[in-house]
C-alpha cells in the first residue's frame, strides 16, 4: 500500500488528510475503511493522530486488497486538485545515520566507522515534495544527500535484529539536506551535526509511504539522485554498512523507537552542493520520485 497526506484545494488552511495511492488516484483513507466496514466488519477506524495510524497500516492494507479483490475499490470516489504534503509532515523525531556507505565515508576523508554515527535533525526541516529548498544566505555551500527512510509504527525497545522490521510502519524517501561547510566547522570543534542538518527546508521527505508488504527486501533497491536530470549519486542498499535491522537493533538498545519516528539511514558517495534553480531528484523504483525545486532566501515570497 502507498499511503500518503494531502490537503484538498490547494489551500494550507485545510487539514492534512491521509490518503492511499491507487493506481494513480489519491483515494481518502476514511472512505477506504468506511466501505470496507461495511462490506466486511473487522473493527477499522481512522484515528485523528497520524502517529496512531501508522500502527495500523497493514490493517488497511488488508481491507484495500480485500476492496480491490471484490472489485469495488476502483469504483470508489478519487479526490480531485490535492496537494501533497510530505506522508509524515512533522515526525516525531528524524535520526540520522552518518557515513553508512563507505564510498561516501571515503570521499569525506574518513575511516569507515565501526558502529553507526546516529544524530539528530530536527521535524521542522520537513518539506513536501515539489517544496522549494531554501538556500540560507551565509552559511557556504549547501548539499544534497538522498536517501531511503525508515518510518516506525510500532513502539519497541532493546529489539534483537530478527524483530526489528516488525516495527516497521513503511519506506519513503529523504533529502538529508547538509549545510556542508558548517557541519566541517562543527566537527573541527567537536560539535554536534544537529544545525547543519535543520534549517528550515532542509528535509524533504516523499513522495509517499510504502508499506512492508510491497518491499520484502529493504537491502535491495537501487537508489538515484539527480540535480537538473544528471544522475550525481546511484547505489544500492546493499552497500549499506549497516542493515536497517541492525539499526532498529542498535538505536533500540539505547531509547525506545517510537511511531513516527524517521531514520534516514545514510547517503551514498557523489554528494555535492546545491544551487538556485536546481531540481534535486531522489528516486527508488518501488517508491517514486521526491522532487524539489531548489531558490534562494532572497526568492521567498
Given at each position: ?261 524517521v531514520i534516514a539511514t545514510g547517503t ?34
Amino acid at each position: 500500500m502507498k499511503f500518503v497526506c494531502y490537503r484538498e484545494f490547494d489551500d494550507p488552511q485545510e487539514p492534512i488528510l491521509p490518503g492511499v495511492l491507487h493506481q494513480g488516484r489519491t483515494l481518502p483513507l476514511t472512505r477506504v475503511v468506511a466501505v470496507a466496514e461495511a462490506m466486511a466488519p473487522k473493527g477499522l477506524s481512522v484515528p485523528d493522530d497520524l502517529f496512531a495510524v501508522l500502527a495500523k497500516l497493514a490493517g488497511y492494507g488488508r481491507a484495500l486488497r480485500d476492496l480491490e479483490k471484490a472489485r469495488i475499490l476502483d469504483k470508489l470516489w478519487p479526490e480531485a486538485g490535492v496537494t501533497f504534503a510530505a506522508p509524515l509532515p512533522r515526525p516525531h523525531r528524524i535520526l540520522g545515520i552518518g557515513r553508512n556507505y563507505a564510498e561516501h565515508a571515503k570521499e569525506m576523508g574518513n575511516d569507515v566507522p565501526s558502529e553507526p554515527i546516529v544524530f539528530q535533525k530536527a521535524s521542522t526541516s520537513v518539506i513536501a515534495p515539489g517544496q522549494p529548498i531554501v538556500l540560507p544566505p551565509n552559511v557556504g555551500n549547501v548539499d544534497f544527500e538522498g536517501e531511503l527512510a525508515v518510518v516506525i509504527g510500532v513502539a519497541g525497545k532493546n529489539v534483537t535484529e530478527a524483530e526489528a522490521l516488525s516495527l516497521v510502519a513503511g519506506y519513503t524517501l529523504i533529502n538529508d539536506v547538509t549545510a556542508r561547510d558548517e557541519q566541517k566547522r562543527a566537527i573541527a570543534k567537536s560539535l554536534p551535526w544537529f544545525l547543519s542538518k535543520s534549517y528550515d527546508t532542509f528535509g524533504p521527505l516523499g513522495p509517499c509511504l510504502v508499506t512492508p508488504d510491497e518491499i520484502p527486501d529493504p537491502q535491495n533497491l537501487t537508489l538515484t539522485l539527480s540535480v537538473n536530470d544528471e544522475i550525481k549519486q546511484q547505489a544500492n542498499t546493499s552497500e549499506m554498512l549497516f542493515t536497517i535491522p541492525a539499526l532498529i537493533a542498535y538505536l533500540s538498545r539505547h531509547f525506545a523507537l517510537a511511531p513516527g519516528d524517521v531514520i534516514a539511514t545514510g547517503t551514498p558517495s557523489g554528494i555535492a552542493p546545491l544551487r538556485s534553480g536546481d531540481i534535486v531528484e531522489v528516486r527508488i523504483a518501488e517508491i517514486g520520485t521526491l522532487t524539489n525545486p531548489v531558490i534562494g532566501e532572497d526568492e521567498v515570497f
